[in-house]
């Protein structure tokens, strides 16, 4: 059996809902105690940026997000049954089999051809907010406007929209420490329905291929192919969801981390060359998701500790996001930083694969915003929503644009 982190390790207690409205300052003074800190269920917490960048990309280190879910009791039905085949759980071999599969379409030149159209759906979902009254930010932009890049790369017709969205959302919300017998039943209903949805897309794309995602996946499934059917929607269940929920969290939590900042967002406007550094700042200052979920495969020694095989360790992004060892005034808002890139998408072979489709809709939407507007005011304070992983808030953020 594998030992538990000693207990003169520091606490990070996950289990308290203040800990979810601010992370990075819950965390920052286990970091400073020690570079690993542990849990109140045994399992180590890794929490300074050198040790997470060494430990993500070390060989040895296998995923084990099966036990998100596993967690909080779901153990069968269709979103146990979904999970256990998403690519984002599986290890060598079968993740490079599965991530070789799809990976061309997020290639940098692909991610670029896209760029054009997030412009303009940008400024289309921009402009019915510009009359300086309360909107809330998530609802006319965060929200919409990765699904619909995400459908659009993926090639879902856009009629399906507006549905993807809804069960994607509904997916997305699993993701939690503690889920309700009656948000389970919506999330299970939500990937029963997408399957629906995505056997018919695949089906039509046998009979008429198309120059897309879905065509590619629905190739890969046939007899000769190298998918399993329920590989195939797995795949595209992951592609899609992902696509969404985390740029949407982008997109509300790092946009509200800068507009919140007038000093801030004045100096991008002055400035907009400075744009994607401003979108690495977002991502360094609140990332999108708490963290990583992984377990040594084999024994690992690191800074004095030994972490025991099969153990759960958990890799929270903003303690290594606000590190001092690296990030000079780690706690304020630089949209002009140059500093090494932040953890909010992983590494090593798990990194997100559409962390360049994520930064380019960040990039876009605030060069829209700004070029639209001549003042922005946020509303009412934000909070979190506790226990959520993928990170969002409850409402909002509430923004008043003013146009220029």
Same mark, same amino acid.
């Given at each position: 059996?594998?030992?538990?982190?000693?207990?003169?390790?520091?606490?990070?207690?996950?289990?308290?809902?203040?800990?979810?409205? =601010?992370?990075?300052?819950?965390?920052?003074?286990?970091?400073?105690?020690?570079?690993?800190?542990?849990?109140?269920?045994?399992?180590?917490?890794?929490?300074?940026?050198?040790?997470?960048?060494?430990?993500?990309?070390?060989?040895?280190?296998?995923?084990?997000?099966?036990?998100?879910?596993?967690?909080?009791?779901?153990?069968?039905?269709?979103?146990?049954?979904?999970?256990?085949?998403?690519?984002?759980?599986?290890?060598?071999?079968?993740?490079?089999?599965?991530?070789?599969?799809?990976?061309?379409?997020?290639?940098?030149?692909? *991610?670029?051809?896209?760029?054009?159209?997030?412009?303009?759906?940008?400024?289309?979902?921009?402009?019915?907010?510009?009359?300086?009254?309360?909107?809330?930010?998530? *609802?006319?932009?965060?929200?919409?406007?990765?699904?619909?890049?995400?459908?659009?790369?993926?090639?879902?017709?856009?009629?399906?929209?507006?549905?993807?969205?809804?069960?994607?959302?509904?997916?997305?919300?699993?993701?939690?420490?503690?889920?309700?017998?009656?948000?389970?039943?919506?999330?299970?209903?939500?990937?029963?329905?997408?399957?629906?949805?995505?056997?018919?897309?695949?089906?039509?794309?046998?009979?008429?291929?198309?120059?897309?995602?879905?065509?590619?996946?629905?190739?890969?499934?046939?007899?000769?192919?190298?998918?399993?059917?329920?590989?195939?929607?797995?795949?595209?269940?992951?592609?899609?969801?992902?696509?969404? =929920?985390?740029?949407?969290?982008?997109?509300?939590?790092?946009?509200?981390?800068?507009?919140?900042?007038?000093?801030?967002?004045?100096?991008?406007?002055?400035?907009?060359?400075?744009?994607?550094?401003?979108?690495?700042?977002?991502?360094?200052?609140?990332?999108?998701?708490?963290?990583?979920?992984?377990?040594?495969?084999?024994?690992?020694?690191?800074?004095?500790?030994?972490?025991?095989?099969?153990?759960?360790?958990?890799?929270?992004?903003?303690?290594?996001?606000?590190?001092?060892?690296?990030?000079?005034?780690?706690?304020?808002?630089?949209?002009?930083?140059?500093?090494?890139?932040?953890?909010?998408?992983?590494?090593?072979?798990?990194?997100?694969?559409?962390?360049?489709?994520?930064?380019?809709?960040?990039?876009?939407?605030?060069?829209?915003?700004?070029?639209?507007?001549?003042?922005?005011?946020?509303?009412?304070?934000?909070?979190?929503?506790?226990?959520?992983?993928?990170?969002?808030?409850?409402?909002?953020?509430?923004?008043?644009?003013?146009?220029?």
């Amino acid at each position: 059996m594998p030992t538990e982190p000693s207990s003169d390790l520091p606490l990070v207690d996950l289990a308290n809902p203040d800990f979810w409205q =601010d992370p990075a300052g819950a965390l920052a003074p286990a970091r400073e105690a020690a570079p690993i800190a542990r849990t109140a269920r045994g399992e180590f917490v890794v929490l300074r940026y050198a040790e997470t960048e060494r430990l993500l990309a070390d060989p040895r280190m296998r995923t084990i997000g099966s036990q998100l879910l596993t967690g909080i009791g779901i153990k069968d039905g269709p979103l146990a049954e979904w999970w256990a085949r998403v690519m984002f759980n599986t290890n060598p071999p079968d993740h490079g089999r599965l991530r070789q599969l799809v990976s061309r379409a997020f290639t940098p030149r692909h *991610v670029e051809s896209l760029r054009a159209r997030v412009r303009a759906m940008s400024e289309n979902m921009i402009e019915p907010m510009l009359d300086g009254q309360d909107v809330d930010f998530e *609802v006319g932009l965060a929200d919409p406007l990765p699904i619909a890049t995400t459908c659009a790369l993926l090639g879902v017709p856009e009629e399906d929209f507006s549905c993807v969205s809804r069960w994607t959302t509904e997916i997305g919300k699993v993701f939690a420490t503690r889920l309700g017998d009656e948000q389970r039943a919506r999330c299970e209903q939500a990937i029963v329905d997408l399957s629906a949805l995505l056997d018919d897309l695949f089906r039509a794309r046998r009979n008429h291929p198309k120059p897309d995602v879905i065509t590619s996946l629905a190739e890969a499934s046939t007899e000769q192919g190298s998918l399993s059917p329920a590989e195939c929607r797995a795949m595209a269940i992951n592609l899609l969801f992902a696509g969404h =929920d985390t740029t949407r969290g982008l997109l509300s939590v790092g946009f509200h981390a800068l507009l919140s900042r007038p000093e801030a967002t004045s100096a991008v406007r002055e400035a907009p060359d400075i744009i994607p550094q401003t979108v690495e700042e977002m991502l360094r200052f609140e990332p999108p998701t708490l963290g990583s979920l992984r377990a040594p495969a084999e024994e690992i020694e690191t800074v004095d500790l030994t972490l025991p095989a099969h153990t759960p360790i958990h890799f929270l992004f903003p303690g290594g996001n606000r590190d001092p060892r690296v990030f000079e005034r780690p706690n304020d808002f630089d949209p002009r930083r140059n500093a090494p890139r932040p953890l909010s998408f992983g590494l090593g072979p798990h990194f997100c694969l559409g962390a360049g489709l994520a930064r380019m809709e960040a990039q876009e939407v605030l060069s829209a915003l700004l070029d639209r507007t001549r003042d922005i005011e946020v509303g009412e304070t934000a909070r979190f929503v506790p226990f959520a992983t993928i990170r969002r808030f409850e409402k909002g953020p509430i923004l008043r644009l003013f146009p220029s």
